[in-house]
C-alpha cells in the first residue's frame, strides 16, 4: 500500500509522514518545491506535486492506493475536486481529507471539497479540526519571542485549541485502520481557553511574562492584508467572527474514540515548544 501525502510541508503533514515512516509504511511526499521536501524528508519517496500541473498529479497517483488530501487555506474549490477524480481514475480507494471545523454549516470551498469526495464513491474519512496549538509557536512565534504578545481578533471568545500531533494521528489511523469510512470527525482538544489562559500557559511554561492583545476585526485586517492573500484574510476575519461569537468553544470526543487517550493539552504543548518563544 502507498500512501501519497499532499501538502507535507504543512503542520499537519509533515508530522502524517513522520508518523507512517516511524510505522514502515510505504510513504510517497507530493511536494512543489522537491528539493526542500528531500532535505526535510530523506527517508520517504519525494515527486512533484503541483494542484495546477495534472501531469505531475497523474504521475504522483500512479500505484497510490490511499491518499492524504490537504492544499492551501486560500484554495478555491475547483482544483482539489479535480484531484479528486484524478485520484478515483487513478484506482485511489481512500481519501483522508483536512478540512475544517464548522464547514458543514456553510458553503465555503472546503465544505464543496467534502461534498465532492462524499458523491465520488470512494472511501472517505473527513477531519474537521479546530485551530491548531502549533499556531502559537510558529505564526504567532516572533511576536512572543521578541515583544511578550500576540495579537488576536478574538476578544474574549473560548476555542477548544488541538495539538496538530493529535490531528496527524487521528489522520494515520484513517489513512491504515479500517472503520473510519464515511465519517467526519469534528478534532478538539479537551478544554476551551481563553487567549488570556493561553497567554498564562506560554507564560508558564517560558518563565517570562506573555500577555494577549485583542484587535478589532479591522485591525487585525489591516495587519495581515499586506502579507496574505484577499481570500485567506476574509477566511481569517470569518474564522474570528466565530470565536467571538462563541462558536469554537465546543469539545468533542472524537481524539480519545480514534486513539483511545486524552487530546495533549495545551499545557503540555505549551511545555514542549517552550524554547521556541525564549
Same mark, same amino acid.
Do not use: C
Given at each position: 500500500?502507498?500512501?501519497?501525502?499532499?501538502?507535507?510541508?504543512?503542520?499537519?503533514?509533515?508530522?502524517?509522514?513522520?508518523?507512517?515512516?516511524?510505522?514502515?509504511?510505504?510513504?510517497?511526499?507530493?511536494?512543489?518545491?522537491?528539493?526542500? +521536501?528531500?532535505?526535510?524528508?530523506?527517508?520517504?519517496?519525494?515527486?512533484?506535486?503541483?494542484?495546477?500541473?495534472?501531469?505531475?498529479?497523474?504521475?504522483?497517483?500512479?500505484?497510490?492506493?490511499?491518499?492524504?488530501?490537504?492544499?492551501?487555506?486560500?484554495?478555491?474549490?475547483?482544483?482539489?475536486?479535480?484531484?479528486?477524480?484524478?485520484?478515483? +481514475?487513478?484506482?485511489?480507494?481512500?481519501?483522508?481529507?483536512?478540512?475544517?471545523?464548522?464547514?458543514?454549516?456553510?458553503?465555503?470551498?472546503?465544505?464543496?471539497?467534502?461534498?465532492?469526495?462524499?458523491?465520488?464513491?470512494?472511501?472517505?474519512?473527513?477531519?474537521?479540526?479546530?485551530?491548531?496549538?502549533?499556531?502559537?509557536?510558529?505564526?504567532?512565534?516572533?511576536?512572543?519571542?521578541?515583544?511578550?504578545?500576540?495579537?488576536?481578533?478574538?476578544?474574549?471568545?473560548?476555542?477548544?485549541?488541538?495539538?496538530?500531533?493529535?490531528?496527524?494521528?487521528?489522520?494515520?489511523?484513517?489513512?491504515?485502520?479500517?472503520?473510519?469510512?464515511?465519517?467526519?470527525?469534528?478534532?478538539?482538544?479537551?478544554?476551551?481557553?481563553?487567549?488570556?489562559?493561553?497567554?498564562?500557559?506560554?507564560?508558564?511554561?517560558?518563565?517570562?511574562?506573555?500577555?494577549?492583545?485583542?484587535?478589532?476585526?479591522?485591525?487585525?485586517?489591516?495587519?495581515?492584508?499586506?502579507?496574505?492573500?484577499?481570500?485567506?484574510?476574509?477566511?481569517?476575519?470569518?474564522?474570528?467572527?466565530?470565536?467571538?461569537?462563541?462558536?469554537?468553544?465546543?469539545?468533542?470526543?472524537?481524539?480519545?474514540?480514534?486513539?483511545?487517550?486524552?487530546?495533549?493539552?495545551?499545557?503540555?504543548?505549551?511545555?514542549?515548544?517552550?524554547?521556541?518563544?525564549?
Amino acid at each position: 500500500m502507498t500512501i501519497l501525502i499532499t501538502t507535507p510541508n504543512g503542520k499537519v503533514g509533515s508530522e502524517i509522514v513522520r508518523l507512517l515512516g516511524k510505522a514502515g509504511h510505504t510513504v510517497r511526499v507530493g511536494a512543489h518545491t522537491v528539493e526542500k +521536501a528531500r532535505q526535510t524528508f530523506p527517508d520517504s519517496e519525494v515527486v512533484f506535486f503541483d494542484y495546477d500541473d495534472d501531469e505531475s498529479i497523474r504521475a504522483a497517483l500512479n500505484g497510490v492506493t490511499t491518499l492524504y488530501l490537504a492544499a492551501p487555506g486560500d484554495m478555491p474549490s475547483a482544483p482539489v475536486n479535480h484531484v479528486v477524480d484524478l485520484a478515483k +481514475a487513478a484506482g485511489v480507494e481512500r481519501i483522508v481529507k483536512l478540512s475544517a471545523s464548522g464547514v458543514e454549516q456553510g458553503d465555503s470551498a472546503l465544505r464543496q471539497n467534502e461534498l465532492h469526495i462524499e458523491q465520488s464513491g470512494l472511501k472517505y474519512t473527513l477531519l474537521r479540526p479546530t485551530f491548531f496549538m502549533q499556531n502559537y509557536s510558529t505564526a504567532n512565534r516572533d511576536t512572543i519571542a521578541q515583544q511578550g504578545a500576540f495579537y488576536e481578533a478574538a476578544d474574549d471568545g473560548k476555542t477548544s485549541f488541538i495539538d496538530t500531533r493529535d490531528i496527524a494521528a487521528v489522520a494515520v489511523a484513517a489513512l491504515t485502520q479500517e472503520g473510519h469510512e464515511g465519517k467526519a470527525y469534528p478534532l478538539t482538544g479537551a478544554e476551551a481557553l481563553d487567549r488570556n489562559q493561553v497567554a498564562a500557559a506560554i507564560s508558564e511554561a517560558t518563565g517570562k511574562p506573555v500577555h494577549y492583545v485583542a484587535l478589532s476585526d479591522e485591525q487585525f485586517r489591516e495587519a495581515i492584508s499586506g502579507v496574505m492573500s484577499p481570500a485567506y484574510v476574509e477566511m481569517m476575519s470569518g474564522l474570528y467572527s466565530f470565536v467571538r461569537q462563541g462558536w469554537t468553544s465546543q469539545t468533542t470526543d472524537a481524539v480519545q474514540q480514534v486513539l483511545g487517550r486524552e487530546p495533549i493539552s495545551f499545557e503540555q504543548f505549551a511545555r514542549d515548544h517552550a524554547d521556541v518563544w525564549r
